[in-house]
């Protein structure tokens, strides 16, 4: 970011340089070359938010760090080693529940088992997520979506001239009503019909403006969240970086159940959105 202004002189003729607000100063965005992508220097400030202490017996920080919570009060999942037969087992248990007895269930989970489960989890999303991609892609190379791009158009022009002929009509049943043209029975039947008709016509213009924007949706920006897990498909361990990358938030519940919240949900819902609509305009087209 380039900043300047920072300092002003109160007139002319004094020399002096005294410092301005800092809500007057001239900030520009994106002025010169990074030193980092901006991708690293997000996932960079998400390790930086996470919990990063490491337990005085091990070298390396938990991959899951800073995400695991208690499915059932909020409160953070904590680490617990538990010795027995000369060796030494480690545990997830409910920090609420270490706290306050009352306050939640005594659930816990092995390390292990968590490690285990939070990998398959994750492996099983990413191919939901090149699943997701490959269709998309089987979409953008039809032939014929700029054909349905246009017929959504012209679905659209139609309904508005619909809408507007329906709501000019309306406007004058009143004057018709007045004039003794027609009955205030008949009035209040005719009223009832042009809401129907105006209320239906605004139902389809929303439908096929969203399936529009669905279908011209930026491709490419859809397809750089992909990416980031796309380069883990092949994912065997889990590791720290990939794990800040992919996962927002582990939830643990009583019976070793767990939820995972993943990075990107909104980007991929609105693909499975994307995909849907097109899948199903697809299908009534070709009724």
Known sequence: MLTQGKQTTPNYKVKTRVMKPEDEWVKVENT??????????????ELLKQDTRISPDKEA?????????????????????????????????C??????????????????????????????????????????????????????????DERIVRKRAE?????????????????????????LQLKAEYDRRISEAETAIGSYEKEMKLILENKSSMHEWINEFKRHENIQSLERSAAVVMIKRVMVYSA????????????????????????????????
Do not use: W
């Not at 406007?171 to 043209?181: F, Q, R, S």
């Not at 939820?259 to 009724?287: H, L, M, P, Q």
């Open 32 to 45: 010169h070359e990074p030193i980092v992508s901006r991708k690293d220097f997000n996932l960079v400030q």
């Open 61 to 93: 920080l938990f991959p899951l760090a800073g995400m695991l919570y208690c499915g059932d009060c909020m409160e953070p999942m904590v680490r617990k080693t538990v010795p027995a037969g000369g060796k030494k087992y480690v545990y997830y248990v």
């Open 95 to 152: 920090s609420g529940n270490k706290k306050d007895k009352t306050s939640c269930s005594p659930h816990r989970i092995s390390e292990a088992d968590l490690t285990d489960s939070v990998l398959y989890l994750l492996q099983t999303h990413i191919e939901s997520v090149l699943t997701l991609e490959e269709a998309m892609q089987v979409i953008e190379k039809a032939p014929k979506l700029k054909a349905d791009v246009a017929k959504f």
């Open 163 to 187: 809408l507007e002929k329906a709501e000019k009509r309306k406007l004058n049943l009143y004057e018709d009503l007045k004039d003794g043209i027609i009955s205030k029975k008949e009035y």
């Open 256 to 287: 070793d159940r767990i939820e995972i919240t993943y990075n990107f949900e909104d980007e991929f819902a609105r693909c499975s959105e994307y995909v849907a609509a097109y899948g199903e305009y697809s299908r009534k087209e070709a009724v």
